[in-house]
Protein backbone atom coordinates (compact mmCIF):
# COMPACT_ATOMS: atom_id res chain seq x y z
CA UNK A 1 0.00 0.00 0.00
CA UNK A 2 2.81 2.20 0.40
CA UNK A 3 1.98 4.35 3.31
CA UNK A 4 3.45 2.15 6.20
CA UNK A 5 7.11 1.13 6.22
CA UNK A 6 9.82 0.33 8.77
CA UNK A 7 13.01 2.80 8.11
CA UNK A 8 15.72 3.13 10.88
CA UNK A 9 16.44 3.47 14.12
CA UNK A 10 15.51 5.71 17.09
CA UNK A 11 18.24 6.93 19.22
CA UNK A 12 16.69 4.18 21.77
CA UNK A 13 17.55 1.74 19.46
CA UNK A 14 13.90 1.06 18.66
CA UNK A 15 13.36 -0.11 15.08
CA UNK A 16 10.85 3.06 13.14
CA UNK A 17 7.73 2.45 11.55
CA UNK A 18 6.89 5.33 9.67
CA UNK A 19 3.03 5.88 8.21
CA UNK A 20 3.28 8.71 6.05
CA UNK A 21 -0.63 10.08 6.57
CA UNK A 22 -0.99 11.51 2.97
CA UNK A 23 -0.24 7.89 1.42
CA UNK A 24 -3.05 6.57 3.60
CA UNK A 25 -5.96 5.22 1.78
CA UNK A 26 -8.84 5.88 4.72
CA UNK A 27 -11.68 5.90 1.29
CA UNK A 28 -10.07 3.60 -1.19
CA UNK A 29 -9.47 0.80 1.41
CA UNK A 30 -12.15 -1.19 3.53
CA UNK A 31 -10.66 -0.26 7.31
CA UNK A 32 -10.42 -4.61 8.01
CA UNK A 33 -8.21 -4.61 5.37
CA UNK A 34 -6.26 -1.63 7.00
CA UNK A 35 -5.90 -2.89 10.07
CA UNK A 36 -4.65 -6.64 8.69
CA UNK A 37 -2.13 -5.14 6.77
CA UNK A 38 -0.63 -2.82 9.35
CA UNK A 39 -0.53 -6.00 11.88
CA UNK A 40 0.95 -8.33 9.05
CA UNK A 41 3.59 -5.31 8.53
CA UNK A 42 4.12 -4.72 12.33
CA UNK A 43 4.48 -8.29 13.14
CA UNK A 44 8.11 -8.48 12.52
CA UNK A 45 9.32 -5.49 13.79
CA UNK A 46 7.08 -5.81 16.97
CA UNK A 47 8.53 -9.99 17.22
CA UNK A 48 11.87 -8.26 16.89
CA UNK A 49 11.61 -6.15 20.23
CA UNK A 50 10.46 -1.98 21.34
CA UNK A 51 10.06 0.13 18.20
CA UNK A 52 8.47 3.22 17.67
CA UNK A 53 6.05 4.94 14.98
CA UNK A 54 6.75 8.01 13.08
CA UNK A 55 3.37 9.92 11.62
CA UNK A 56 4.15 11.55 8.86
CA UNK A 57 1.10 14.08 9.09
CA UNK A 58 2.65 16.62 5.94
CA UNK A 59 -0.04 17.15 3.70
CA UNK A 60 -2.44 14.74 5.02
CA UNK A 61 -6.17 15.76 5.29
CA UNK A 62 -8.83 14.25 8.06
CA UNK A 63 -11.39 13.98 4.98
CA UNK A 64 -8.85 11.96 2.54
CA UNK A 65 -6.80 10.23 4.89
CA UNK A 66 -7.85 9.50 8.34
CA UNK A 67 -9.93 6.32 8.92
CA UNK A 68 -11.61 8.01 11.74
CA UNK A 69 -10.47 8.62 15.55
CA UNK A 70 -12.27 5.82 16.70
CA UNK A 71 -11.08 3.39 14.29
CA UNK A 72 -7.57 4.52 14.97
CA UNK A 73 -8.38 3.88 18.84
CA UNK A 74 -10.17 0.73 18.48
CA UNK A 75 -7.54 -0.77 16.23
CA UNK A 76 -4.81 0.30 18.63
CA UNK A 77 -6.70 -1.48 21.68
CA UNK A 78 -7.50 -4.50 19.78
CA UNK A 79 -3.78 -5.03 19.04
CA UNK A 80 -2.09 -7.80 20.96
CA UNK A 81 -0.37 -6.75 24.29
CA UNK A 82 2.63 -7.31 22.74
CA UNK A 83 2.26 -4.78 20.10
CA UNK A 84 1.09 -2.14 22.88
CA UNK A 85 3.94 -3.31 25.19
CA UNK A 86 6.41 -2.81 23.38
CA UNK A 87 5.62 0.37 21.55
CA UNK A 88 8.03 2.58 22.90
CA UNK A 89 7.26 6.41 21.40
CA UNK A 90 4.88 7.68 18.84
CA UNK A 91 6.55 10.57 16.89
CA UNK A 92 3.77 12.96 15.18
CA UNK A 93 6.13 14.70 12.36
CA UNK A 94 4.46 18.31 10.97
CA UNK A 95 1.63 17.87 13.48
CA UNK A 96 -1.49 20.44 12.31
CA UNK A 97 -3.53 22.92 14.41
CA UNK A 98 -6.35 20.54 13.73
CA UNK A 99 -5.05 17.05 14.25
CA UNK A 100 -3.50 18.56 17.51
CA UNK A 101 -7.28 19.62 18.52
CA UNK A 102 -8.92 16.01 17.75
CA UNK A 103 -6.29 14.62 19.54
CA UNK A 104 -6.95 16.97 22.54
CA UNK A 105 -10.19 16.26 22.15
CA UNK A 106 -10.04 12.15 22.16
CA UNK A 107 -7.42 12.47 25.21
CA UNK A 108 -10.03 11.37 27.82
CA UNK A 109 -10.41 7.98 25.19
CA UNK A 110 -7.11 6.89 24.71
CA UNK A 111 -5.22 4.73 27.10
CA UNK A 112 -2.82 7.17 29.27
CA UNK A 113 -0.06 4.93 28.48
CA UNK A 114 -0.58 5.98 24.42
CA UNK A 115 -1.06 9.04 25.31
CA UNK A 116 2.41 9.51 27.36
CA UNK A 117 4.16 8.35 24.53
CA UNK A 118 2.95 10.76 21.84
CA UNK A 119 5.60 13.51 21.09
CA UNK A 120 4.89 16.53 18.76
CA UNK A 121 7.37 17.07 16.00
CA UNK A 122 7.13 20.50 14.55
CA UNK A 123 10.17 20.00 11.61
CA UNK A 124 12.67 17.68 10.64
CA UNK A 125 15.41 19.34 12.34
CA UNK A 126 13.87 18.25 15.56
CA UNK A 127 13.22 14.84 14.12
CA UNK A 128 17.02 14.58 14.83
CA UNK A 129 16.47 15.33 18.70
CA UNK A 130 14.26 11.17 18.31
CA UNK A 131 16.03 10.01 15.29
CA UNK A 132 19.61 10.13 14.31
CA UNK A 133 20.11 11.64 10.92
CA UNK A 134 20.40 9.50 8.35
CA UNK A 135 17.81 6.47 9.54
CA UNK A 136 14.36 7.43 8.22
CA UNK A 137 13.84 7.73 4.75
CA UNK A 138 11.44 11.06 4.30
CA UNK A 139 9.30 11.62 0.85
CA UNK A 140 10.51 14.81 -1.16
CA UNK A 141 7.11 16.69 -0.22
CA UNK A 142 7.84 16.33 3.14
CA UNK A 143 11.02 18.24 3.03
CA UNK A 144 9.95 20.96 0.34
CA UNK A 145 7.16 21.77 3.31
CA UNK A 146 9.55 21.82 6.02
CA UNK A 147 11.54 24.27 3.60
CA UNK A 148 8.47 26.56 3.45
CA UNK A 149 7.66 26.20 6.81
CA UNK A 150 11.05 27.39 7.52
CA UNK A 151 9.49 31.00 5.80
CA UNK A 152 6.53 30.85 7.43
CA UNK A 153 6.95 29.58 10.79
CA UNK A 154 3.32 30.28 11.91
CA UNK A 155 2.02 27.71 9.62
CA UNK A 156 3.37 25.72 12.03
CA UNK A 157 0.83 26.97 14.66
CA UNK A 158 -2.09 27.08 11.92
CA UNK A 159 -2.42 30.93 12.29
CA UNK A 160 -1.58 30.82 8.89
CA UNK A 161 -3.16 28.90 6.05
CA UNK A 162 -1.33 27.01 3.62
CA UNK A 163 -1.76 27.13 0.31
CA UNK A 164 -4.29 24.47 -0.01
CA UNK A 165 -6.17 25.78 3.45
CA UNK A 166 -6.28 29.28 2.27
CA UNK A 167 -8.06 27.70 -1.05
CA UNK A 168 -10.12 25.93 0.87
CA UNK A 169 -11.51 28.84 3.29
CA UNK A 170 -11.84 30.52 0.04
CA UNK A 171 -14.66 27.95 -1.54
CA UNK A 172 -16.11 27.19 2.03
CA UNK A 173 -16.34 31.25 2.10
CA UNK A 174 -17.63 31.66 -1.62
CA UNK A 175 -21.34 33.70 -1.33
CA UNK A 176 -20.91 34.37 2.56
CA UNK A 177 -21.07 38.16 2.92
CA UNK A 178 -18.45 40.10 4.49
CA UNK A 179 -18.55 41.40 8.18
CA UNK A 180 -18.07 45.45 7.61
CA UNK A 181 -19.24 46.36 11.13
CA UNK A 182 -17.23 45.55 14.05
CA UNK A 183 -18.74 43.09 16.51
CA UNK A 184 -19.85 44.89 19.62
CA UNK A 185 -19.13 43.80 22.68
CA UNK A 186 -21.37 41.88 25.14
CA UNK A 187 -21.46 43.15 28.89
CA UNK A 188 -23.72 40.62 30.26
CA UNK A 189 -27.07 41.15 31.62
CA UNK A 190 -27.67 43.74 33.42
Known amino acids: MGFLSVSGRDLQGRQVVVIIGKLLPAG ?14 LHPVVSAGSYSILFVNTNA ?12 RSTFEALPSMYRAQLGAVYCLHPTLGLRLVLAAVAPWMSQ ?32 HD ?6 PLMDYGVEADGDQAAMFRSATEGVPEL ?4 GVYHGAG
Do not use: C, M
Request: hydrophobic share 45%; glycine share 6%.
Open 113 to 144: GLWQKLVYVSRVEFLLEHVAAGQVALPDFVLE
Open 180 to 183: REPL
Open 61 to 72: TFQANSPGVLWL
Open 28 to 41: ATSRDRLRKYAIQK
Open 147 to 152: QELEGR
